[in-house]
């Protein structure tokens, strides 16, 4: 149990890595010129680089700790996206709140309900009545939330297939 918690400790911090790197290729524009020479690759790959592997780490610690659990039915639909929402959600809502204080106060912004609700239901890619959302930069959250959702009831549908859930 200790060699699967330490692999999990690993596994955080390189998921902590792919965040910096993200954030750093978002901050080129603020600190551009003085440290391009020393952060050329960050700001260059770090959005595609980091997300994918976020991804891709993210995936399997979920497909690790959870897969056996969804596919014999030990947990529920339910408990497992409030699992993800608790994780998630508060980060999230810190973010866009953030957010949009920073476009106000910066840019004079004027945030009315139909700005901000897709921003706090997480619909951050212009799903609805083509309003984009304002916390652009948290669209990966969203994402990940969809991969969550997907995830399960891939499982849920590959139950009695276990080889089935390969193919998804």
């Known amino acids: 149990m200790n060699r699967t918690q ?18 750093i290729h978002h901050m080129e524009g603020y600190f551009g010129a003085p440290f391009s020479s020393y952060l050329h690759l960050p700001y260059r790959w770090g959005g595609v680089m980091g997300n994918s ?11 690790y700790g959870y897969r056996e659990k969804i596919l014999q039915g030990q947990t529920a639909f ?6 993800r929402l608790a994780k998630i959600y508060p ?16 840019q004079g912004m004027i945030l009315n309900f139909r700005s901000i609700m897709p921003n706090v239901f997480m619909i951050t890619t212009g799903w609805v ?4 959302p304002y916390n652009v930069s948290c669209w990966f959250v969203s ?3 969809l991969c969550y959702i997907l995830y399960y009831v891939l499982c849920r549908l590959s139950k009695g297939h276990p080889g089935r859930l390969i193919y998804f």
Do not use: N, P, W
């Open 91 to 106: 980060m999230y809502l810190i973010t866009d709140l953030v957010q949009a204080c920073f476009l106000v106060y910066e």
């Open 78 to 83: 339910g408990g497992f996206i409030r699992k």
């Open 143 to 145: 994402v990940l939330f």
């Open 129 to 132: 009545d083509d309003i984009y």
């Open 53 to 63: 592997f976020f991804f891709m780490l993210s995936g399997f610690v979920i497909s």
């Open 6 to 23: 330490k692999m999990f400790h690993s596994l955080t911090g390189l998921r902590g890595l792919c965040i910096l790197m993200i954030v």
